[in-house]
């Protein structure tokens, strides 16, 4: 099968230490946090009962992040919490003495002054940087990579920020960041963690175990498998840190998906030689926000240990995920899904119906008793492309 891969990560260890941070009490913490914003309201986890029974499979379960914020996107969850703790740490708070309201307090302000901060981002994450930022009446400044949507530039510009694509990819923009916020004393907002810069990227990824939670409230029945989209793998390590924590002695398998153009997580897991390993180049990929070539060193860190297999997903599945959600089988709800929602979600579907795939079938132990479980980390947040997929039959799998 064309740029379609799967590795298996046949030596997973238990590394209870590296998971502590995505603990059910840590992401109670966080969900703690997001419910004092007034435009909180937990997503939905819509069941999908019907594709499951053409899937052969017991349940399908998507959680469905368009909703977050009115943001139309998760990433919200991981800026806002990362900020939040930025301040609490220079007013000497802990996350749980904290509020909206009270960061936007007057002795807050009093006591922080104004704060620039600064990010790359192919759209979704520096969204929610801005946004937050905004709601916390602080600055930011957001620097996207090339081949990034116009519509995703003007909702961060609509935020406030100072935003603008640069002739870089994704990696260089980040480093363009780092760069500038040495620079002018700005506050990097990044989930990329490097040696000496850790502590943001950990409080993204506890963002992020907000959705776990809310799922954890909503879903019937155990998971036996998770799919989880990566790109630099904050959000797949989070949800595969809370998950093993949630089910530790019955852990479901997990399923990381990257895009065949930047898997550095594939390319790392196959390589087993105790090192990330970076892909380069332009990573032309419609699975824009997981265009990532640098692995997160916190986000390995847990799925070396739990994740249990690394999928390299060609465009197509991606595409199918959409098509399939935006027209699903009759009785179930429709899910608006962008390219990068969709990955994980389209990989699964293929692997359970396309007889060429069947062996990666075999090898997951998906069959008549699995309950599985993915994440639409996004809605239509470029509706051009959006539309030239779901309507237009864009990235089919026999396009030549």
Sequence with gaps: MKNFDMVLNTKAIDRRENISSFSVEEAGKARRFHGTFSEYKETPLVSLKNLAE??????????????????????????????????????????????????????????????????????????????????????S???????????????????????????MNYDEAVRLAQKMAEEKGWVVVQDTAWEGYEDIPRWIMQGYTTMGHEIMEQ????????????????????MTGFFSNLYAEDKPIIVIVEPAK?????????????????????????????????????????????????????????????????SPAKGDATVVAGESGAAAFGAMVNILLDEELAEY???????ENSCILCISTEGDTDKENYQNVVWRGKYSKFDV
């Design 54 to 139: 053409k899937l052969g499979v017991k349940s399908v379960y998507l959680k469905d992040e368009s909703f977050r914020f009115g943001l139309n996107a998760f990433k919200v969850l991981g800026a806002s919490y990362a900020i939040a703790n930025e301040i609490g740490g220079r007013i000497g708070k802990k996350i749980t003495e904290l509020s909206a309201e009270s960061i936007l307090s007057k002795e807050t302000k009093e006591k922080i002054g104004d704060i620039t901060f600064v990010t790359a981002t192919d759209g979704n994450h520096g969204r929610g940087v801005a946004w937050t930022a905004n709601q916390l009446g602080q600055k």
């Design 141 to 167: 400044v957001v620097y996207m990579p090339k081949g990034s949507a116009w519509e995703r530039l003007e909702n961060i510009r609509k935020e406030g920020a100072t935003a603008d694509i640069m002739d």
């Design 219 to 238: 879903i019937p029945e155990k998971p036996t498998h998770i799919f989880l989209q990566a790109g630099v793998g904050s959000m797949a390590g989070a």
């Design 262 to 326: 930047a898997d550095c997580l594939y390319q790392t897991a196959k390589a087993d030689d105790g090192k990330l390993h970076i892909v380069t180049g332009d990573m032309d990929t419609i699975m824009a926000g997981l265009a990532c070539g640098e692995p997160c060193t916190i986000g390995w860190d847990v799925l070396k240990g739990y994740a249990d297999a690394f999928i390299r997903c060609p465009e197509y599945m991606a595409a199918d995920g959409m098509r399939i959600l935006a």
């Design 361 to 367: 079938k075999k090898l997951l132990k998906l069959d």
